[in-house]
């Protein structure tokens, strides 16, 4: 896939994450009872670096979970005969905690709310955010992001990739022309 535009380099999603991380404990008036949880894959990543940047201002360390979301989602039987499954790891309660669910690309939204379905059939929090890298519009269900790193206006025929060190080891996002069969 040619890249047809780079959107962030390395420093750009740092500014991005460091933004993010600010807003969340401003938002959240500190981070008592907070806790991330990364939806896989790259969310996750992204969870642990926003994670790292409020324990530098705040000075406390913030749980973060990892959230699977494969089984529930409505394509389902679109994906794979069978599909992968990365697994969800979340090593607390999440019952009246603020979670902020962290994401890299935020599309139609039918990602998010398989994740708050996934994390219902787990406990019930106080209130669950949303963080995203890359907001690129063309939503189907009425979700927003609470937090984003950026707003990227596509068309349904372009691909956002979020490329992050620990997976791809790289950071960077671009913008390519959709392959037959790929979206994000």
Do not use: W
């Not at 959107?7 to 008592?32: C, Q, Y």
């Amino acid at each position: 896939m040619a890249v047809k535009a780079f959107i962030m380099d390395e420093s750009g999603i740092i500014r991005a994450v460091t933004r993010i991380a600010h807003e969340i404990i401003e938002r959240n008036k500190g981070v008592e009872d907070l806790a991330l949880i990364g939806i896989q894959r790259r969310g996750v990543p992204l969870a642990k670096m926003i994670a790292e940047k409020i324990k530098g201002v705040e000075g406390k360390d913030i749980p973060v979970g990892i959230l699977d979301i494969t089984l529930y989602r409505d394509d389902l039987s679109l994906l794979a005969e069978h599909p992968i499954i990365n697994g969800t790891d979340i090593g607390f309660q999440i019952d009246n905690k603020k979670i902020v669910l962290v994401d890299d690309v935020i599309f139609t939204g039918r990602t998010v709310r398989a994740a708050i379905d996934a994390l219902m059939d787990i406990g019930r929090p106080k209130a669950i955010q949303l963080a995203v890298l890359i907001d690129r519009g063309h939503r189907e269900l009425p979700i927003r992001a609470d937090y984003v790193g950026k707003n990227v206006p596509t068309s349904k025929f372009e691909v956002v990739n979020v490329n992050l060190y620990e997976i791809d080891r790289e950071n960077s996002v671009t913008i390519c022309d959709m392959e037959k069969g790929v979206s994000h």
